[in-house]
């Protein structure tokens, strides 16, 4: 052994053990690149990504055995000499940096990185437990008979709406509904309703695919207050069982659709229609691969590249006069490397444009937007002194629609900005 070796193996002197938490879920099936990829799960939920042989020592490391009879157990799984040295520097710069194996000393888990447009400050409401007896009453729905009747009704919801004249209702129907400031609390209500059974058609899917769901809750999206539910655990499921829980969501939308739709067909309340619009409308933006939405998940399952925004920066910098493709770039295949290489810029594009537009039209817009603020602040104080609680949620509800669209442009404009600079220029501006 080299002193290099040795020094390395003395740094290495502890027996190693799982850091707490650690959960190895196994090979990625439909995988985009060039290698097999495994993939781990760390206690904080952060799904890692693994070659086969790092794999495959993390499931050797059981806080028993020494670097020795790890690198002899290694071996005979890979059918080669292993040395403590190669284990030793498998343990300190893959699976301790990943958070796999506990630190000698220190925090067992390193810092979790900053993904862009990421769901932050979550708060779990709806235990584990809890959301396995629901995933388990909402599962006869997700066989193939009951989802073809289900799409079916929903189609045939919506042709009857359209065909009795739905879609010139619309206007007088939100006309009717503004000039009714109680209709808002029912609407919200069903549209949070929704919302809801959205995220429990994906641990519905979850489970029924074989998996297991974990607990479901609310959270910020950017400045957007969202429901989650966790269901990490469909990592190990085939391709098109991970596609069902994308689209379990929507799924259960299109379900719920169809109920208040033959409710407006039966009754005829306005109010019905304005919640089926933005509800088919919410649903719509679901499919937009360009933020952390459903159809983000969805086309990563397609293309077999779990962390596609992870990849936006390198395919980035890979596109920089003078620079060949950065290695997370090089380890997809070709097919997935130009599937993943045109979705990076046509989500570079959008958040772009949208940026670009909140910068140049924020002269124009933000004076209309105070004033319209100061408006509905006024009124809604007034509701609020008359002790018209209608009113007033009706007003509070118009001012948080007002305003964090407008927020989480401002977020996105400074969070995008940056990222893009460090992206093309992690060590700032220098020539190739």
Known sequence: MSPADSALVARTSTVPRPADGTELIGQYSGSGFTEPRYLACRGDGQVVQLSERVFRLARLVDGRRDLDELAAALGAEIDRTVTAAQVAFLL??????????????????????????????????????????????????????????????????????????????????VRAFSDQPALTVPVLAVILAVAALHECGHAAACRYGGARPGAMGIGLYLVWPVFFSTVTDAYRLCRAARLRVDLGGVYLNAVAMTVIGLAYLTTGSPWLLVVLVALHVETMWQFLPSVRLDGYYILADLVGVPDLFARLGPILRSALPGRGNHPRVAELTPLTRRIVACWAALTTAFLGCWSVMFVVLAPQVLPVVWAALVGHLGATATAVRAADVAAAAFGATQLVLLVLPYAGLALIAVTLGRRLWNAGFPNGWRRP
Request: overall charge neutral.
């Open 92 to 173: 300190d710069n893959r699976l301790r940096p990943a958070g796999l194996v506990a630190a000698d000393a220190g925090p067992s888990l390193p810092a979790c990185p900053d993904p862009l447009l990421m769901l932050t400050h979550r708060a779990r409401l709806v235990p584990e437990r809890l959301v396995w007896a629901i995933a388990g009453l909402l599962g006869p729905l997700f066989a193939s008979p009951v989802v073809a009747l289900m799409l079916a009704g929903f189609a045939a919801v919506d042709v009857l709406i359209l065909a009795g004249g739905g879609f010139g209702q619309i206007l007088p129907a």
